[in-house]
């Protein structure tokens, strides 16, 4: 990635406006994922000319643009996912911002939109929910929900580089996404739809790939199925999963060593953080004698076939939100193809023994690598 020209991101530049109301925490109950927001967003402006330009902690509210401008028009517009926690020392740690900036860099480059120094974005976030940090829950499953956002700004309706854009970054208190524990999803095979494909955006964030999905998971619903599982080509790959990754565990029967499976990065697949994740902790944590952890291409024919011959042994999904997200069913070719849980369990062995990994380097319950990013508090 190069840098954009001009002026750096720069956080020692910081404006901060507070907010005259600042809102009560609401009770953990009443948290409902994105729906409500805390007192203050940052914002920073970019143009071609200056460069980025004063980062500006402010009170939450609307924007005003040009009706022409070419984020309504041209989709140019990427976000983020991440989450910052409080953990039992009552600190604030966020999640692996690195990775996410990484990423929100890769996806500003992909639609000529501007990038910049992730160190100062991650420290501009840091002194949003320090003004906010009052409204961080408490409790495990609760967090922060961290939204960074770009838009192309420019005003006139020529489809070209914008001069002009915005980047602003809003938070979101929110809950576990399973309130009783885990509820295994039943999903449908989708073959009719595309989700992403090579020589596309697939691996970018960008709001342009989101919007084509709601048709075909209200398609899925009315039979029946929470979410899509993506399939890409005429081998019918699987590829994603709603907007998660998605692993399945196998068992070689020859061999009796068990297989967790992912599909590789070809360009197709979103570089999930949590994805990621998953496959550092498996490979340092699980005996290679018993595990083999790959990222290669599989397909729904292989799935189905070894579900019959008791070879599937559990899938899930991951992401973000959810963190893990188990599955217990899956429609394809008229037929449910079963997904095994634990006896009495939503959940598989693998699933549980993952979420309660990284649940842990997240709630700082354990440290890991430089996983966590500690929030500094005055
Ligand atoms: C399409 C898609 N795949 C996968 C993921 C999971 O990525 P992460 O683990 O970084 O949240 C997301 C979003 O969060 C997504 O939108």
């Given at each position: 990635i190069t840098l954009a020209t001009g002026a750096p991101l720069d956080a020692s530049k910081l404006k901060i406006t507070r907010n005259p109301n600042p809102s009560k925490p609401r009770p953990n109950e009443e948290l409902v994922f994105g729906q409500t927001f805390t007192d203050h967003m940052l914002t920073i402006p970019w143009s071609a000319k200056e460069g980025w330009g004063t980062p500006h902690i402010k009170p939450y509210g609307n924007l005003s643009l040009?009706?022409?401008?070419?984020v309504f028009h041209y989709a140019f517009e990427l976000f983020e996912g991440l989450k910052a926690y409080r953990t039992p020392q009552n600190t604030i740690t966020m999640f692996r911002p690195d990775k996410n900036m990484a990423r929100m860099n890769k996806s500003a480059a992909r639609i000529c939109l501007p990038t910049f120094e992730s160190e100062e974005l991650i420290k501009l976030t840091g002194k949003l929910i320090e003004q906010d940090k009052h409204l961080v829950p408490q409790g495990n499953g609760y967090s922060l929900y961290i939204r960074p956002t770009m838009i192309g700004t420019s005003k006139?309706?020529?489809?070209?580089?914008?001069s002009e854009a915005l980047l602003y970054v809003i938070t979101s208190p929110v809950g576990p996404y399973y309130k009783t524990g885990f509820k295994a999803v039943r999903l449908e095979a989708t073959d009719y739809a595309t989700r992403a494909w090579p020589?596309?955006?697939?691996?970018k964030k960008l709001?342009?790939?989101?919007?084509?999905?709601i048709l075909p998971q209200l398609q899925a619903a009315k039979r029946g199925y929470q979410q899509n599982l993506w399939l890409f080509g005429p081998e019918k790959n699987i590829t994603e999963v709603g907007t998660m990754n998605v692993f399945f565990v196998f068992l070689n029967k020859v061999t009796g060593k068990k297989e967790l499976v992912t599909a590789p990065?070809?360009?197709?697949i979103l570089e999930g953080v949590t994805r990621d994740s998953v496959l550092t902790l498996a490979r340092d944590k699980l005996d290679p004698q018993e595990w083999d952890i790959n990222e290669r291409y599989y397909t729904i024919t292989e799935v189905a076939t070894r579900a019959k011959q008791g070879e599937l042994l559990e899938a899930f999904g991951s992401g973000t939100a959810a963190v893990v997200s188990p599955i217990k069913e899956i429609g394809w070719n008229n037929e449910d193809i079963h997904v095994p849980l634990l006896p009495g369990e939503q959940c598989g062995a693998l699933t549980k023994q993952v979420a309660q990994w990284i649940a842990d380097i997240q709630y700082g319950r354990v440290n890991y690598g430089n996983w966590s990013k500690t929030v500094e508090l005055p």
């Open positions: 040009d009706p022409s401008a070419c006139g309706l020529g489809v070209g580089t914008p020589g596309g955006v697939g691996d709001g342009a790939n989101y919007a084509p999905c990065l070809d360009g197709t």
